[in-house]
């Protein structure tokens, strides 16, 4: 019996190029596009965010010109409260999100895989640059680095569990992106040009802080700037428009550079510091998955990155507890953040992560 497969489709050409590949595999393939959020819930009047009625339109005209079905979705409520409304309280809570692992983990790779199953669909397909393997030595599905080294999104993926990857299909994962855009010239796709979006989708302008008041309509009042002594340098502007390791944007006129080391919520205060004492040998994580084996049961020497586009650095894991890593790396590293995911490699594969505390 033929394999059914459901592609999940932005209208961008990394996920077209994944519909035509599953295709030709020999698949059943349908496209969907998740409809997220409608551009009135964000502030934005015209149709320029991703999953726009622009990137339905180029989803549809792609799975007609590949002779697919084609449907759209309504997963507003849930990216709502587990993505938009995660973020904000994130920012209130004085820590950094990261909403599109949190997309991943609650919306790509759970609710789908979920609409997947009641439709009787056997994998769930995205235009991801990573690679699932299964290891038949273990019996557990592994999650690798792509080929393309630049366009490798191994980071936001740590969240899979065995069941989604065993679930789950990226066909680009062994292709480069000149690669992939190749094909879609080839076969004439409508979005074999187009731009690949950078900006998180609902905050397409950057202006997290600006999105917050208007979502919530709250206001978040001014406070102190003060260095690590306590000492008052100048007033910020609301808590939640600043991030750790910070220097622009701080409104001072300050004798040398400082930066955003924490924030004091219960005082309202943002504390500034010198360059050098942003530098930390150590974290724990929570909320963690581990993908190659269930624990980890003496420390390790892995390879850590705490920062999407950082490069990993050595450091020794030790899982302390059931949900808790503690992870102590060979040389300082610079902001780390809570909030944001800090992902384990062993070589080429994912070993894991989890939300720094």
């Not at 979502?215 to 340098?233: R, S």
């Not at 550079?257 to 205060?269: F, G, S």
Request: net charge negative; charged share 25%; aromatic share 10%.
């Amino acid at each position: 019996m033929t394999k059914k497969a459901l592609i999940a489709m932005s209208g961008g050409v990394d996920s077209s190029v994944a519909a035509y590949i599953t295709k030709n595999m020999g698949y059943e393939a349908t496209g969907i596009t998740l409809k997220l959020f409608d551009n009135e819930d964000i502030g934005e009047k015209q149709e320029k965010t991703c999953c726009s009625l622009d990137d339905i339109d180029d989803a549809r005209n792609v799975c007609l010109n590949l002779g697919i079905p084609y449907y759209v979705y309504n997963f507003k409520d849930s990216f709502k409260e587990n993505v938009i409304e995660r973020f904000i309280r994130a920012y209130e809570n004085g820590t950094t999100p990261n909403p599109c692992i949190d997309c991943n983990r609650f919306i790509k790779f759970e609710k789908l895989l979920c609409r997947a199953d009641e439709l009787d669909f056997d994998y769930v397909v995205t235009g991801h640059y990573s690679i699932i393997e299964f290891d038949p030595a273990s019996g557990r599905y592994l999650l690798k680095k792509s080929t393309d080294a630049s366009k490798d999104q191994s980071y936001v993926l740590y969240s899979l569990t065995q069941r989604q990857l065993s679930r789950t299909l990226f066909p680009l994962g062994s292709m480069t992106k000149t690669e992939v855009r190749g094909i879609a010239e080839q076969l004439g796709l409508i979005n074999a040009h187009k731009h690949d979006s950078q900006d998180i989708c609902f905050v397409p302008d950057g202006d997290y802080a600006r999105f917050i008041e208007q979502y919530t309509g709250k206001t978040y009042p001014c406070g102190d700037f003060v260095d690590t002594n306590g000492k008052i340098l100048g007033e910020h502007k609301g808590i939640i428009r600043y991030t750790i390791g910070q220097r622009k944007g701080l409104g001072l006129a300050l004798p040398h550079p400082m930066y955003v080391k924490e924030k004091d919520l219960q005082n309202n205060k943002v504390i500034l510091c010198d360059n050098h004492e942003l530098f930390s040998k150590e974290l724990y994580a929570t909320d963690i998955n581990l993908i190659p084996y269930k624990q980890i049961d003496k420390p390790l020497r892995l390879k850590s990155r705490v920062r999407y586009n950082q490069p990993e650095k050595d450091a020794v894991v030790e899982q302390i507890d059931e949900n808790t890593l503690h992870i102590v790396f060979d040389e300082p590293q610079r902001a780390i953040s809570k909030g944001q995911a800090v992902v384990l490699y062993d070589e080429e594969y994912v070993v894991g992560g989890g939300t720094i505390i």
